[in-house]
Nanobody, 126 residues
């Protein structure tokens, strides 16, 4: 089973940008769905984005479309989440998750993923 480690979180002002990294070990990401989820205090964990590594297809929750971009660096066995135009509503702990195969139409369902990272905090505040 793939092991995942997130990094890149931090404090950023509204309108700023961050890039989160999800580094994988224990398996290459050649046929995986890698998702990004986030959980704000007192809220349910929410699916943010997903990439199917076999064909590069990507998925986003409506609230981040046009602002966030998910991508994969094959040589580094890493998936990134580039986050631009951040707002305080984006403040949360961000988790990456892995599951074999493709993201599928229910990529936002956390039960689809069997491997999870430990999370990285993103705080958007002035």
């Amino acid at each position: 089973q793939v092991q995942l480690v997130e990094s890149g979180g931090g404090l950023v002002q509204p309108g700023g940008s961050l890039r989160l990294s999800c580094a994988a070990s224990g398996s290459t990401l050649d046929n995986y769905a890698i998702g990004w989820f986030r959980q704000a205090p007192g809220k349910e964990r929410e699916g943010v984005s997903c990439i199917t590594t076999a064909d590069g297809s990507t998925y986003y929750v409506d609230s981040v479309k046009g602002r966030f971009t998910i991508s994969r660096a094959n040589a580094k066995n890493t998936v990134y989440l580039q986050m631009n135009s951040l707002t305080p509503e984006d403040t949360a702990v961000y988790y990456c998750a892995g599951g074999y195969g493709s993201c599928g139409n229910v990529w936002y369902n956390r039960l689809r993923f069997g491997s999870w990272g430990q999370g990285t905090q993103v705080t958007v505040s002035s």
